[in-house]
C-alpha cells in the first residue's frame, strides 16, 4: 500500500474510481488517500458515496494546542458517569446472564418500555411495541435507506442537512434535493413544492436545533409539514438528537407529538432518538418510531446487520431511566452549553463583527454562520479554514453539507466541547485568520 497526497493522485491507481473525497476537493481541503497496487472491483454504489469531511477533518487537528470548534461530539466532562456506572454495576449484579447475552433484535424489552415512558413525557403516545432499539440513530437512518430507497428515488433534505445522512441516503441510490431553510427551519413553502414537483421517496428533517444549522422548526411550520405529509402521502423521517438541549423554554413540541393533532400524518412518520447527545454517545443507543410496516422491514435488515443492539448497554440505559437522574444531568448540560453559547455569540461579534452573520441557536451544539466579505474580508470558508487552521483554530466549511451547490461562504462552529476561555481564544484566533 502507498500512499499520495497530490491532488492529481486523488483517485485509486487503478483508475477504476474516482476520490471519494470530492466534496473536500470543492471545499478546498486536501487530504491523503490510500492507494491499491491490485486490482479490486467494488460494489458500483460506492462510486458516488464520500468520506466524512468532518473526520477527515480530524487528521489535520494533531497540531498541538488547537482549539477545535470542528467536532460534534457532547463534551465528556458533562456525561453523568456516576449514574451510568450506578446503572452498570445494578445490571450486571442482577441477573447478569440475559444481559451478556444474545436478545431480541426489536431491543432489550425493559428499555422499549422505558423508552415508551420517555416519549410520553415529551407528549408523544408511542407502545413498547411502536419502537425498536438501534445501535445509535445513524442506524436507524442506514435501515430506513435499506427499506425505502431504491436507485433513483428523490429524496428531499433541507439545505443544509446532516453530512452523514447524505452520505447514508447516497450508498443506496438515492438522488437528492435540497429544500432551503432560515432560522425557523425548513421553508415550507418551497418544500411543498418540492414535494409536488419531484414526488419524493421521502422527506428527511432534523426539525430541532438542527445541524449543521441550528435552526428550530416554527411551531406553525411543523403543523403545516404533517398536513402536507398526510396530504401528499409522503413519509417524512424526523431526526431529534437534540431537542432536549434547549438552553431557556423548551423548543415546539417533535412532529411526532404533533401528529395526534393532524389526522393521518402518524401514518407518514418516522422519528429517529437518541441517547447520544443527551448520555452518552459510547452506549451507542438510539432508536426508531415508524409505522408498522416499516418497523417490520427495519428489523429484518437489523437482523441482517448487527442481530441485536448491545444487551448490555440497553439494559445500562433502561435501568438508568428508572434512577431519575437524567433530568438533573440534562440541568447542568443545558446551561454550560447555553453560557458557551453565549461566548461564542459575543466573541464572534466582536472578534468578527460585519465580516460574519449568524443566528444564534436557542439549543443544540451548533452555530451556523456565514461569511459576508465586508469591509474586503474573505467570504471563502474554505480558505479561511486554511488560515485558521495555521492560527490553530479549526472549523468545519459548510460545502460538505450541502447535497448540491454548496455555499461556500458558509461554515459550522460547535460549542459543546470548549470551555469559556477557549471560546474566547479560538474566536480571537479566527479574527486574526480573517
Excluded at 28 to 53: D, I, K
Excluded at 353 to 377: C, E, V, Y
Excluded at 401 to 415: E, I, Q, V
Aim: net charge neutral; with cysteine.
Amino acid at each position: 500500500m502507498g500512499w499520495v497526497s497530490n491532488q492529481s493522485q486523488f483517485t485509486l491507481i487503478t483508475g477504476q474510481f474516482p476520490a471519494c473525497n470530492a466534496r473536500l476537493v470543492h471545499a478546498g481541503l486536501f487530504f491523503s488517500t490510500p492507494t491499491l497496487s491490485f486490482f479490486m472491483q467494488f460494489a458500483q454504489r460506492l462510486q458516488n458515496v464520500e468520506t466524512s469531511a468532518i473526520r477527515e477533518l480530524f487528521k489535520l487537528l494533531g497540531k498541538p494546542g488547537i482549539i477545535s470548534f470542528a467536532g460534534g461530539f457532547p463534551d465528556p466532562a458533562l456525561f453523568d458517569a456516576t449514574g451510568i456506572a450506578q446503572a452498570s454495576a445494578f445490571v450486571l449484579a442482577n441477573n447478569p446472564g440475559p444481559v451478556l447475552q444474545y436478545g431480541a433484535t426489536e431491543g432489550y424489552q425493559p428499555l422499549r418500555e422505558g423508552l415508551s415512558a420517555f416519549m410520553a413525557n415529551k407528549g408523544a403516545t408511542v407502545t413498547a411495541d411502536g419502537l425498536i432499539v438501534t445501535t445509535g440513530s445513524q442506524q436507524a437512518l442506514d435501515l430506513i435507506g435499506k427499506t425505502m430507497i431504491s436507485p433513483g428515488d428523490k429524496v428531499i433534505v433541507e439545505a443544509p442537512t446532516f453530512l452523514a445522512t447524505i452520505q447514508c441516503f447516497r450508498l443506496y441510490g438515492a438522488h437528492i434535493i435540497g429544500a432551503p431553510i432560515d432560522a425557523d427551519g425548513v421553508d415550507v413553502d418551497k418544500l411543498e413544492t418540492l414535494i409536488e414537483e419531484h414526488k419524493p421517496k421521502l422527506v428527511y428533517l432534523i426539525p430541532t436545533f438542527g445541524n449543521p444549522s441550528g435552526a428550530t422548526l416554527s411551531l406553525a411550520r411543523r403543523k403545516r409539514i404533517l398536513d402536507i405529509a398526510a396530504r401528499t402521502q409522503t413519509l417524512v423521517v424526523e431526526d431529534d438528537p437534540y431537542g432536549e438541549l434547549y438552553f431557556d423554554a423548551a423548543p415546539p413540541p417533535s412532529l411526532l407529538a404533533l401528529s395526534a393533532e393532524v389526522p393521518g400524518s402518524r401514518d407518514w412518520l418516522a422519528h429517529c432518538g437518541s441517547f447520544s447527545k443527551i448520555l452518552s454517545p459510547g452506549l451507542r443507543v438510539g432508536w426508531l418510531i415508524a409505522p408498522a410496516a416499516l418497523l417490520a422491514k427495519a428489523t429484518m435488515c437489523k437482523q441482517f446487520s448487527d442481530a441485536h443492539t448491545s444487551n448490555l448497554t440497553q439494559a445500562i440505559c433502561a435501568h438508568y431511566l428508572t434512577l431519575n437522574r437524567l433530568n438533573d444531568a440534562l440541568a447542568v448540560v443545558r446551561s454550560t452549553y447555553a453560557e458557551r453559547a453565549r461566548v461564542m455569540a459575543d466573541s464572534l461579534r466582536r472578534e468578527l463583527g460585519d465580516a460574519i452573520a449568524f443566528n444564534q441557536p436557542q439549543g443544540g451544539m451548533f452555530f451556523w454562520a456565514s461569511l459576508t466579505g465586508a469591509n474586503g474580508k474573505s467570504a471563502n470558508a474554505p480558505e479561511f479554514a486554511k488560515r485558521a487552521i495555521e492560527q490553530g483554530v479549526a472549523f468545519v466549511p459548510g460545502a460538505p453539507f450541502f447535497a448540491h451547490d454548496p455555499d461556500l461562504s458558509t461554515l459550522r462552529l460547535s460549542f459543546a466541547t470548549a470551555d469559556v476561555a477557549k471560546i474566547e481564544e479560538g474566536i480571537a484566533r479566527l479574527g486574526r485568520a480573517l
